[in-house]
Every structure is written in structure tokens, then in C-alpha cells.
């Protein structure tokens, strides 16, 4: 079949190029399994063309022979100097995309004349018309020009009976954008973009980058902003503990042998946290923030008409940008589709549209619900010992590890449980819990002992989960098989059981607990742990009187709840709790 379309994502950074096949999307990877292409271009020693990964990694060498995001001046009429040569930035661009037709015409073994190509919402005619010629001189037919969020509007929903408002939230290595799209049938439409092309996760990387630098200052009174070679060192380990902190909530920066003083190696190894890291970028973040508002502005919107939220370019893996979106949309926002790839799928069905494939959504493995432990924190404005905290969210691709940080809440607290759920809310109980162990042992410390919790949950739904003493190592873990099936199984269950206890109480019986003294049952039982532990802890700061009275009172909480006396059990905790509002205040 020589007359299939294929679909580019002609990006600054990175760019791709994907094919809708027999109704599946496929992004095509070279010879070496490598999906994404880095959009540079550079003259090797030879005068030969370099393309991709090869040119950017002669760049820190060899920057007056190598060129890179040229997306940024497509439509511009200037040249740039490449190894004394002058191009214009449709010719370079052409470079992109003849080396992504050449990938895709080894991959289907026959030649490829014609291309859907993506650019920005905000491009003008003439930068539009600039990515068109860069096509015709790449040798390709560029049957449509789309828009980048109407391509990821598309890789997630090809087509839907009822109108769907989606806000696209991208943000690659060097642009922001934010576009409200209306989709219906097979009509996409953005109804307003709006963005900032000179943000992105390079700013991210040079916020850690100055850190270093300052480190560095400080510690060894060397100023590294002098050496290039030093600088590109340090900004390779940024932008690599950058990615580590999207999964993990501390990273290690260690460069042997930076630099030398006096005749001294100066090595580099410095902890950053992923707090420290979302302090950094904070700024930028609420600035994304900002551009969302403006484009619901523009469309003549608010939060609340947004049907979906969907994440595209490589930066949104950072945790924090999902976490906002979540507190202002109140939507868990959409990761289904590898954030990279997904505007070269939504091309690719565009293609296979305008080719008359037949076209469904583009399906992925992600995992349908989200897992996540329990710790004591804030709820509803008091402290609970149940507080779920998600690990690895709802529709994230498959398969997935994360990591979060937790800290003991006493001093000399040498155990610490560990239970995992399933679900969704904030109240870990009000969730299923699907596994738990305890991990003893942990140094004789003061409260905040580091520990952290790893979930590993693979295609096949088995969940790894293991937490560890970040100081020494000592660790623990379990394995839960068949995750995912077991709480749809769970899940049943408890719809039957609402079932059940609504028949109950329509046919009068009042012989069992209905749901909701159940609840109330399970939460006295946990406060009332919580605070028999907390009064534990206090008990050396009480006086000689105090301590007996504790001492008694939290005797007859614990004999309460032995025999299911919940009403000696309150009353015992109502006093009890009188005395330590007292001891601390
Ligand atoms: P794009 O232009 O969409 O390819 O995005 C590239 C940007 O995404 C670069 O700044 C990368 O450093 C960044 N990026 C890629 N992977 C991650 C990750 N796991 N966490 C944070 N940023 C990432």
C-alpha cells in the first residue's frame, strides 16, 4: 500500500513519526528501537549530514556545526551558519523530515509520498506555510497541516457522540502551550489557545543547574560557570536527576573527578529532594497555571465545563503539574498516552482519517485505579492516622514504578505498617486494602527517620510494594498478584453489599449494622488507637497524676475495645482527650 499517510510531530526538541494501520496506531522506531528523534541537525567531521541523536551529542562540542530548535524560527527569512554553510529553517527542517520518512519507509519496506504534519495552535500563516515547504523539500506531500492539541485531542478520542470540551495542557523542553479544544463526531476544534514559547523543561533544568553551581561555590570557593565542558557535564546530571524525581522523591547528583583544585579531584555528590526541586520551579508552574486561566478566558469558560484533561510533551511528568491541575479542575488528568508520543499518534489517525481508515480511539494499557498507602495527616481539618496518600495515580501507562517519602511520627519509632489500598479517596479506609506489612528495626532516631515506599504495578497487574530506611537500607517488601482483577472482584463485593443493605433497610430489618454504622464503628475504633498511641507518647511529659489517670483511661479504651463496648470506649476517649489538650497546650 504506497498511498498510506504518515503523521509528524515536527517538534523544537524532539519529533516522531507515526502510521495508522488496520486501526491501530503504531509510532515507528529506527533500526536501534528509538521512538523519539531529537530535532538536531549538524555537519559531522566529514561534511556528512548528522540527524538526531548523533547531532546532539556533538552540540557541546561542536555548537558552530550543529543546530537545534529550529522549530523557533520556522517563517522567519534568516539563515543560519552551519559549518560555514548557509540554511534556511525550512531546509534544516527538511533535514528532520526526510530522516523521519526515510525511518518510516525502512519500517514498512516501501516508499512514503505523503504526511499529516503538526504545528503549534499559535503558529501564523506564514510559519504554517514555512512547515509545508519544509515538507515538499523533505519530498513529502503535506496533505494537511494540523494543530498539535487537536492531534492529542485526537489520540484520545477519535470520535464521540456527545461534544467533549478538553483542555490540553502541553509543555515540552522549551514551549508552553494551553489550548481548550471542543470535539463532537469527527469535528476538533480549539477554541483558544494560549502560551508562553520560552518556557519549558530547560528552565526546569537550569533552576537545578544554578543550584549546583551555588553548591559548589560554596563549598569549594570554585566558580564552574567558566568551563564549558564542566557546564555541560553539570547540566546533563540536571536534566537527569530532574527525570529521576518525577519517579522518585530524592535523587543523588554524583560527578566523579569535576575538577580539580590545588592538585585535589573535587567530586560532586549533593542529595536533592523533590521538595527542594518543586520550590525551584514553583514560579514557572503558577505561570503555566496563569495560561490556563487566560485560555478558559478565551474560550469563554470555566474549570467545571472541562470534560477532560490531557498532558502532552515529556515536562508533564513531573508530579506537581498533575497535582495542581487536580486541585483546580478537581479531574485526575489524563496520562494514557505516553505525554511524547501522543501528538504523532493523533497525526496518524488524522492521516488515517483523510486515507479512509476506519479509526477508534487509540488504546493503551494504564491502570484503571490508583494505588497509594495510608499516613497520619490532616483531614477535614483534623489529624488522622488514615490519610490516603496516592503512589501511583488512576490512567497511568503500564508498567509503572514510583516512589514517595514518608517520615516516623515519634521519636525512637523503630516499626512502622504499611498498608496499601486501592481507590480513591482521601479517607485510606473509605478505600480496599489490598496488602500490608510491617517493617521493624529502623534506627533508634528522632521523629522524620526517612522512609520510603516503592509500587511497582506491571502489565500484568502484579503490584511490588517495598518501603525502606533511606539512612540504612534496611528494607521490606511483598508482592500482591493479580492487583488490578482483585479489586474488580472487591469492588463487586462491596456494590453488592450496598445493594444488599439497601434491600435491608427497605423490608425494615434493623438485625445487622447498616453501611454507615459500620463506618462509624471502623472510625472510633482507628481515633481511638490513634489516640491511645499519641497518649503513649505523651505519657513522659505528664505529671506523676496525670500519668495514672492516662494510664487507667487508656486501660479501659483498650478493654472497650476488646469486647465492642464502643460507648465505654467514647467515653474513656472523650477524658482522655481532655487531658492531653491539656498537657499541650
Ligand atoms: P518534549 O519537547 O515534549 O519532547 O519534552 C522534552 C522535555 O521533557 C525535556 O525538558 C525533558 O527533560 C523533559 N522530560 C522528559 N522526561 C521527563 C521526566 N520523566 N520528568 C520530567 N521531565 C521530563
Known sequence: MSDIIIGIDLGTTNSEVAILKDGRVTVIPD???RKILPSFVGIGEHGDVLVGEPARNQYILYPERTVKSIKRHMGEDLRVDLAGQQFSPQEISAIILKRLKAIAEDYLGHSVHKAVITVPAYFSDAQRQATREAGEIAGLEVVRIINEPTAAALAYEAKTGTRKRILVYDLGGGTFDVSVVSIEDDVVEVLASHGNNRLGGDDFDARIVDHLVEHIKREHDFDITESRQIMARINRAAESA???LSDQPFV?????????????PIHLSLELSRYEYEQMIAGYIDETLEAVHIALRGANLTASDIDEILLVGGSTR?????????????KEPHRNIDPDLCVAMGAAVQAGMIA???VSAVLVDITPYTYGTSALGELNGELYPYVYVPI???NTPLPVSKTEAFYTSFDGQQEVDVRIYQGEDPDALNNIEIGEFRIKGLRNV???NTITVTLDLDLNGILHVSAREKETGLSKSITINNAIARFQE???GVAKARIDALFEKAIGTVATLGQSEVKEQQHTEVTARALVEKAERMLEKASEEDREDMIDLIEEIRDGLAKGDLQAVEAAMERLADILYYLET
Open 446 to 448: 528522632p521523629a522524620g
Open 392 to 394: 501511583i495515580r488512576k
Open 318 to 330: 513531573t508530579p506537581v503539574i498533575s497535582e495542581r491541575l487536580f486541585a483546580e479542575f478537581r
Open 242 to 244: 530532574k527525570r529521576i
Open 356 to 358: 479512509g481508515e476506519s
Open 252 to 264: 543523588r547528583i554524583d560527578e566523579e573527578y569535576l575538577f580539580e583544585k590545588e592538585g585535589t
Open 490 to 492: 472487591e469492588e463487586m
Open 31 to 33: 533500526r536501534e528501537g
